[in-house]
């Protein structure tokens, strides 16, 4: 069985520091220079906050996996699922807000 507080506090986290990358960079009026731009600044902020999200979620896996105790290998494998899971939620949110706001 899955630890959901494990996946729950790290798609909260996906949901804070993306909604906030948003704001910042759609919630500001550039007044008309550089609208083409405009939402390459969010895929860059969302690339390297989702890289090193993932990392640390990758390290605590691996420090699980490397200790000897079965239950907390269980928690590698919960920790490697929400990497993956926030790697693939994370890379469709970068890709698609800015094609969906312009």
Known sequence: MLDKKIIGYNLLGLFIYSTAFAVMEYGFDSGGNGD????????IFMV?????HVLVLLIF???KYV????????????????AILILILGFST????PSIVY
């Open 94 to 97: 970068c890709t698609g807000l």
């Open 67 to 82: 200790d000897k105790k079965k239950t907390v290998k269980k928690k590698g494998t919960q920790y490697l699922i929400t």
């Open 48 to 52: 390297i906050a989702l890289f090193i």
């Open 36 to 43: 083409h731009l405009k939402g390459l600044g969010f895929m």
């Open 61 to 63: 896996t691996i420090t």
